[in-house]
């Protein structure tokens, strides 16, 4: 896998890193033919949380096909790819946030993944000591030329944890417009900042009601919102309510509040 980021995107990747941070101290890679996707599921497996980039994110991106790289006088014999691994979070963006902010003098950054597979098809290894292993290469390009370049150690993954997603579970979502998310999020922010409480999101035939209760009930708000007010709402008929630790729902806050970064005009919640 090649992936190059231009450098006025960097500090975004570093910032949905950071959110992926907080639910585990891995981050699994998903490299396929048209996206890289970068998720991680906590320790309980009650939350998981998934960033998929698409082919335009990047400047240019590539998959090697499977059998790219073959003996001489054999036929390669080419098939759809995937490239998947695991690595420490903190890692990762230890060596990303180097190209932040811009007056370090960074103008873009590379990833290529060499798997352990490709490094044996190739006949060679880009360890001193020989030693064949998957490998992250993050490369910084920066300005008169100069080019640095860190090799991040990789773990074989061989399945990716994440939730089942039925297709029908669309026809249970609320859709919410920026202008409510500002809100919501305005009536949140002082008890999302605890270590300890919840969130009830109550979905009601006509109206959601959203409640947040903080250290031990001294902090408690609402705020219920007429489904006209949302730009879509398709429940059940009999009302349904799901609670989330504040932690980890504050990890979704956190990235919904980057919206005026990453141009985030709405957020869709569905349930099954």
């Known amino acids: 896998m090649d992936a190059t980021i231009e450098v006025n995107r960097i500090s975004e990747l570093v910032h949905m890193l950071t959110c992926l941070s907080r639910y585990s101290e891995n981050v699994d890679i998903l490299g396929l033919a048209d996206s890289l996707t970068f998720s991680a599921t906590n320790s309980s497996l009650s939350g998981y949380c998934c960033l998929v980039l698409e082919r335009s994110y990047f400047s240019s991106y590539s998959i090697r096909p499977s059998g790219s790289s073959v003996p001489t006088g054999r036929s390669p014999v080419r098939e759809a790819r995937r490239v998947q691994a695991r690595i420490k979070t903190k890692i990762l963006l230890s060596r990303l946030k180097m190209a932040t902010p ?49 090799r991040l150690s990789l773990d074989d993954l061989d399945e ?46 006509a109206s959601l009601l959203v409640r947040t209760v903080a250290d031990k009930g001294d902090i408690f708000n609402q705020l219920e919102m007429d489904s006209t007010e949302l730009a879509g709402y398709e429940v059940t008929a009999a009302p349904v309510a799901f609670s989330f630790h504040i932690r980890e729902f504050a990890q979704l806050i956190s990235h919904i509040a980057w919206e005026s970064h990453l141009l985030l005009h709405s957020l869709a919640l569905a349930y099954l």
């Open 102 to 150: 811009p007056e370090k003098k960074v103008e873009r950054i590379q990833l290529v993944i060499r798997e352990y597979n490709d490094e044996v098809a190739d006949g060679e290894s880009d360890d001193e000591d020989g030693v064949y292993e998957s490998r992250l290469f993050v490369k910084l390009f920066c300005q008169h030329g100069v080019r640095k370049t860190h």
């Open 160 to 205: 990716i944890l994440a939730p089942h997603l039925d297709e029908d579970a669309l026809k249970h979502a609320v859709i919410f417009p920026a202008p409510v998310m500002k809100t919501l999020l305005g009536r949140m922010h002082v008890g999302i900042q605890k270590a300890d409480g919840h969130v009830t999101c109550e979905f009601k035939p």
